[in-house]
C-alpha cells in the first residue's frame, strides 16, 4: 500500500496498480485475450502481458511547489514485481549514469546530475529530490505509516475511494491553500469580478479532489 509511505502532507499524489493485471482484465472481457484452452486462436497471450506490464505497482508524491515555477519536490515508488528486466536495466545503467553516494538506510543510493537521488532496495526503487524523503519512505517500509498520507486525518473519505483499481489520484489543497488564497487575494484587490466569483466558490472550504480508474466484471468505471 503505496499510499501508507508517502509523506501525509503529500500535495498530489498519483499511483498505478498492477497494470497487466487490469489490463488483462480488460482484452478478456472485449474477447481479446487467448484462454488456457486457445492454443493455436487468436489473441493477446496472458504470458505477453505478465512479462511487459508485469509492474506490481508504482507511485508518484508531489511534497513541494515552488511558486516561481522551479522544479517540484518528491518522491516516486516504484515496485517492479515481476518485471525484473527493468530492475536490471535500471541496476544497470544508474552506475553509468549515476555517482555513487553514501547509502541511506543501508540500501545502494546514486546522485542523477546532482537533480536526484535515486535507491534501491531488495523490492522497491525510490527516486526523490530529497535524501530525507527516501529515508522517511524507508522508515515506513513495514512500519505503522501513522504520519503518512493514507492516515490523514482529514482526508478520510478521499482516502476510501482507493481500492485494487487500476489508477487512483488526489490532490491535497491543504498544504497549498496558503500560497493560493494569497495569490487569489492580490487577484482580487484588482478584480472585483474574480472577487465576486472567488467568494461564491467559497475557496476556503475546498479541501481535495481525487479520482480513480477502476476494472472490474462489468468494464472500466471512474470516479471522482
Same mark, same amino acid.
Given at each position: 500500500d503505496m499510499a501508507t509511505l508517502v509523506p501525509e502532507d503529500t500535495i498530489f499524489y498519483?499511483?498505478?496498480?498492477?497494470?497487466?493485471?487490469?489490463?488483462g482484465k480488460l482484452l478478456d472481457q472485449?474477447?481479446?485475450?487467448? *484462454?488456457?484452452? $486457445? $492454443?493455436?486462436?487468436?489473441?493477446? =497471450?496472458?504470458?505477453?502481458? +505478465?512479462?511487459?506490464?508485469?509492474?506490481?505497482?508504482? +507511485?508518484? $508524491?508531489?511534497?513541494?511547489?515552488?511558486?516561481?515555477?522551479?522544479?517540484?519536490?518528491g518522491v516516486v515508488i516504484l515496485h517492479p514485481g515481476d518485471m525484473q528486466a527493468v530492475r536490471g536495466l535500471i541496476e544497470t545503467a544508474l552506475p553509468a549514469g549515476g555517482e555513487p553516494v553514501d547509502a541511506i538506510d543501508g540500501h545502494p543510493t546514486y546522485s542523477v546530475e546532482g537533480m536526484a537521488f535515486v535507491t534501491m532496495t531488495d523490492r522497491l526503487i525510490l527516486a526523490s529530490t530529497e535524501r530525507g524523503l527516501i529515508s522517511d519512505v524507508l522508515g515506513r517500509v513495514g512500519g505503522d505509516g501513522s504520519d503518512s498520507l493514507a492516515a490523514h486525518p482529514d482526508l $478520510?473519505?478521499?482516502?476510501?475511494?482507493?481500492?485494487?483499481?487500476? @489508477?487512483?489520484?488526489?490532490?491535497? +489543497?491543504?498544504?497549498?491553500?496558503?500560497?493560493?488564497?494569497?495569490?487569489?487575494? @492580490?487577484i482580487a484587490q484588482q478584480e472585483p469580478q474574480a @472577487?465576486? @466569483?472567488? *467568494?461564491?466558490?467559497?475557496?476556503? =472550504?475546498?479541501? +481535495?479532489?481525487? *479520482?480513480?480508474?477502476?476494472?472490474?466484471?462489468?468494464?472500466? =468505471?471512474?470516479?471522482?
Open positions: 498519483l499511483e498505478l496498480n498492477e497494470p497487466g493485471g487490469q489490463l472485449f474477447g481479446l485475450l487467448q *484462454g488456457d484452452s $486457445a $492454443a493455436g486462436t487468436m489473441g493477446i =497471450s496472458p504470458h505477453l502481458l +505478465a512479462g511487459t506490464l508485469g509492474l506490481r505497482g508504482a +507511485a508518484v $508524491a508531489v511534497t513541494r511547489v515552488d511558486p516561481t515555477g522551479g522544479m517540484p519536490g $478520510a473519505q478521499t482516502m476510501a475511494l482507493r481500492g485494487d483499481d487500476l @489508477a487512483f489520484f488526489c490532490f491535497n +489543497a491543504e498544504p497549498v491553500m496558503p500560497l493560493a488564497q494569497t495569490l487569489l487575494g @492580490a @472577487a465576486m @466569483a472567488m *467568494g461564491l466558490m467559497d475557496i476556503e =472550504s475546498f479541501q +481535495a479532489v481525487a *479520482g480513480r480508474l477502476g476494472v472490474d466484471d462489468d468494464g472500466m =468505471s471512474i470516479d471522482m
